[in-house]
């Protein structure tokens, strides 16, 4: 990461975001972008994401997840909070 600072960030997304694979689109680019954290479907329809990485990877993340066929992010919600001292995956909950 080159140095990188590391910053972890939760995310609501809205729009169509459940029912069109969001979870699992999130689940694979972090894997490929080295990002930590874990996404879940929410009650009212959004998705909530806890995401650790560098700003870009978060960045990258969200893009290459609306990039996905039938997913259409209207509205990125961004809180920053503390790091995860020991977290090394990115899970799915909710299944």
Do not use: C
């Amino acid at each position: 990461m080159n140095g990188a600072k590391i910053i972890r960030q939760r995310m609501t997304f809205t729009g169509d975001v459940q029912g069109v694979g969001f979870r699992y689109r999130a689940k694979y680019a972090a894997r490929e972008l080295g990002v930590t954290g874990w996404v879940e479907n929410e009650w009212d329809g959004s998705v909530v994401m806890e995401a650790q990485g560098t700003k870009e990877q978060l960045y990258r993340l969200v893009y290459n997840i609306s990039r996905g066929t039938w997913i259409n992010i209207e509205h990125v919600k961004r809180e920053n909070i503390p790091v995860e001292e020991h977290e090394y995956y990115f899970d799915v909950k909710g299944y």
